[in-house]
Structures are given as structure tokens and as C-alpha cells.
């Protein structure tokens, strides 16, 4: 038994990514060709793409939003996760990041459950809410520009219906979050600001994990 969470060396990661992350190949290439990147910090863990898996699974969610695509890892991940008739609006600006995405989808096989947006994220969740698309959404993952979390969250709030996942990705900030030299950083800032604005959110369940950068997950009430 333990009273806090575990430190993971490299040694005890490795096992925990050799005992427990079952990665199908599709994703594995994915993640491969991403590393060659050098964004590549902006892909997720494979252990967090697994836990989000599992989740979009235990809820029997069908219909998905994610904000922030980068390369296509998580979206794909949840598509791989969702029944036939599933579907992911998944949000982002750049055509260079997302067409990697675009041909693992096709690959894989699940490019028809998937509708992209290039566009600036709140404006596609604006036209979300005009649409009345309101707690019609079983699950939302935000991993996109900071600044825009706490507007993100206010939105996947309003879209995401009563018991689904809303979950907010790098709320651990590569440990910046707990530094006081980071204070005046504005990324920084506002992920303090979102984890604040959701641990004071009585609207929701929460869970802040330390998987990858730090994962919230908050289930709407």
C-alpha cells in the first residue's frame, strides 16, 4: 500500500509499458513516424491513449469530441474505441499535422467516423451550441492551445451530456504548475487557472491523474 503516487524511474516505466499497454500496430506506426517529429512532445503517452480507449468504451460513447488533433494519435485511439455507427468531430488549425492524421485514419480503417474541422476550435463550438448540439455529446478531450482551456472546458461543458467524460489533457505542465518561477509564464497561468476552475466546479466528478502530463478527468453531473 502506498499514501502517494508512485515516481516512475525509467526502468519502472518501461515495465509499466511492457505489462500493461497493448498498442495496436496501426497506433504503434503512428506514434513512430510522430517521434520523428520535433513536436513530438505533443503527442500523448501510449498508456493515456489506452486509458482514454477504455473510457470512450465503459461509458458506450458514440458520439466524441476532441479539440486538438496534432498528428491523430488520441483521435484515432477513440475511434478505434467507438461502435460502427460511432462518430468524432475532431478539432484543429494546422492542414501539415492533421493530413499524418488523415492517412492513419484511412488506414485504419475508421476515417468515416471522423469529421475534421480546420478551424479555430471555439468557433466550431460555437456553431456546436447554434446547432443545438447541446449534452448530446457522450465524451470530450482538450489538448489544444492553452490560453483557450478555460473557454474550451466552458464550451465541452454545455455540449457534453449528463454523465459524460469531459477530460483536459497537460494539467501537470511538465511539473511548471507547482514551480513559483513559472508564475509569470501565461501557458502556465493558465493551466493553473483551468485546474482551479474545475476543482471549484461543483457541476462535475473529478480526477487529476499523473498519466503523461497530467490528465484530468470530469464527469459532468
Same mark, same amino acid.
Given at each position: 500500500?502506498? #499514501?502517494?503516487?508512485?515516481?516512475?524511474?525509467?526502468p519502472?516505466?518501461?515495465?509499466?509499458?511492457? #505489462?500493461? *499497454?497493448?498498442?495496436?500496430?496501426?497506433?504503434?506506426?503512428?506514434?513512430?513516424?510522430?517521434?520523428?517529429?520535433?513536436? *513530438? +512532445?505533443?503527442?500523448?503517452?501510449?498508456?493515456?491513449?489506452?486509458?482514454?480507449?477504455?473510457?470512450?468504451?465503459?461509458?458506450?460513447?458514440?458520439?466524441?469530441?476532441?479539440?486538438? &488533433?496534432?498528428?491523430?494519435?488520441?483521435?484515432?485511439?477513440?475511434?478505434? #474505441?467507438?461502435?460502427?455507427?460511432?462518430?468524432?468531430?475532431?478539432?484543429?488549425?494546422?492542414?501539415?499535422?492533421?493530413?499524418i492524421?488523415?492517412?492513419?485514419?484511412?488506414?485504419a480503417g475508421?476515417s468515416?467516423?471522423?469529421?475534421?474541422?480546420?478551424?479555430?476550435?471555439?468557433?466550431?463550438?460555437?456553431?456546436?451550441?447554434?446547432?443545438?448540439?447541446? +449534452?448530446?455529446?457522450?465524451?470530450?478531450?482538450?489538448?489544444?492551445?492553452?490560453?483557450?482551456?478555460?473557454?474550451?472546458?466552458?464550451?465541452?461543458?454545455?455540449? &457534453?451530456r449528463?454523465?459524460?467524460?469531459?477530460? *483536459?489533457?497537460?494539467?501537470?505542465?511538465y511539473?511548471? &504548475?507547482?514551480?513559483?518561477?513559472?508564475?509569470?509564464?501565461?501557458?502556465?497561468?493558465?493551466?493553473k487557472?483551468? #485546474?482551479?476552475?474545475?476543482?471549484? +466546479?461543483?457541476?462535475?466528478?473529478?480526477?487529476?491523474?499523473?498519466?503523461g +502530463?497530467?490528465?484530468?478527468?470530469?464527469?459532468?453531473?
Amino acid at each position: 500500500m502506498s #499514501n502517494q503516487s508512485i515516481c516512475l524511474s525509467d526502468p519502472l516505466y518501461q515495465y509499466l509499458i511492457a #505489462n500493461s *499497454v497493448r498498442e495496436a500496430d496501426i497506433l504503434t506506426k503512428l506514434r513512430e513516424e510522430t517521434a520523428q517529429r520535433p513536436l *513530438v +512532445d505533443m503527442q500523448i503517452s501510449p498508456e493515456q491513449g489506452q486509458l482514454m480507449g477504455l473510457l470512450v468504451q465503459s461509458i458506450g460513447a458514440k458520439k466524441c469530441l476532441e479539440v486538438g &488533433v496534432f498528428t491523430g494519435y488520441s483521435s484515432l485511439v477513440v475511434a478505434l #474505441n467507438l461502435p460502427d455507427d460511432g462518430r468524432l468531430i475532431a478539432c484543429d488549425i494546422s492542414d501539415e499535422f492533421t493530413s499524418i492524421a488523415r492517412r492513419y485514419w484511412q488506414a485504419a480503417g475508421v476515417s468515416e467516423k471522423i469529421s475534421l474541422h480546420i478551424a479555430p476550435a471555439l468557433e466550431t463550438l460555437d456553431r456546436l451550441l447554434a446547432n443545438g448540439e447541446s +449534452d448530446t455529446f457522450d465524451f470530450a478531450f482538450i489538448d489544444a492551445d492553452k490560453n483557450n482551456y478555460a473557454a474550451y472546458y466552458d464550451r465541452c461543458f454545455k455540449l &457534453v451530456r449528463q454523465g459524460g467524460l469531459i477530460l *483536459v489533457d497537460n494539467v501537470l505542465w511538465y511539473g511548471r &504548475v507547482a514551480d513559483p518561477a513559472m508564475n509569470g509564464d501565461p501557458r502556465t497561468q493558465a493551466i493553473k487557472q483551468i #485546474n482551479q476552475q474545475i476543482y471549484h +466546479d461543483d457541476r462535475v466528478q473529478i480526477s487529476l491523474i499523473p498519466i503523461g +502530463d497530467g490528465l484530468t478527468i470530469a464527469r459532468k453531473k
